[in-house]
């Protein structure tokens, strides 16, 4: 079973002080997992995060990433600014997002609750940096961090 580590986070700023103190202390922003009913900041757009959307109707955004060379855009890398719009996809749940998460169908409820009160849920596989990791998410203002 995977150690991921996993937090609540009252809102987008916490999660951007988070991905922050995650890059000055090398580890790779590529791994961490949003999953807010907030639409994302550019910041964290940026960051290179798979970020998840869970909107009104369960709706699910990823972050899109990188360059699409097929997309029939006019758009050149680093003269024209970047598009920021996630790709939609509608195929996952809540319950399926949290489990990719590693969390238990036990915890489901409470953290699909702390979704639906506005609340983003983090997590970040930290096989052998747990404590490391749990320590930056609680510095970043998640309440409560738990590994699973």
Same mark, same amino acid.
């Given at each position: ?5 996993v937090g609540i986070f009252p809102d987008h700023d916490a999660v951007v002080r988070l991905t922050d103190s995650l890059k000055s202390n090398g580890l790779? #922003?590529?791994? #961490? $997992? ?9 910041? #964290?757009? $940026? ?9 009104? $109707? ?14 029939? &855009?006019?758009?050149?890398?680093? #003269? %024209?600014?970047?598009?920021? %719009? ?6 996952? %749940?809540?319950?399926?997002?949290? &489990? ?19 609340? %983003? ?8 940096? $747990? ?18």
């Open positions: 079973m995977a150690s991921v580590v790779e #922003l590529g791994h #961490l $997992e949003i999953i807010s009913p907030e639409t994302p900041a550019t910041e #964290l757009v $940026e960051t290179g995060v798979r970020f998840k959307y869970v909107g009104d $109707e369960d709706t699910v955004l990823n972050r899109g990433g990188g360059i699409l060379t097929s997309g029939g &855009g006019t758009s050149v890398p680093g #003269l %024209t600014s970047y598009n920021a %719009t996630p790709r939609i996809s509608s195929d996952d %749940t809540i319950e399926r997002l949290l &489990g990719d998460l590693e969390i238990p169908e036990s915890r489901f409820d409470s953290y699909g609750l702390a979704i639906e009160r506005g609340k %983003t849920v983090v997590g970040y596989p930290a096989i052998g940096n $747990e404590q490391k990791v749990k320590d930056l998410f609680a510095a970043a203002g998640a309440n409560p961090v738990e590994v699973f």
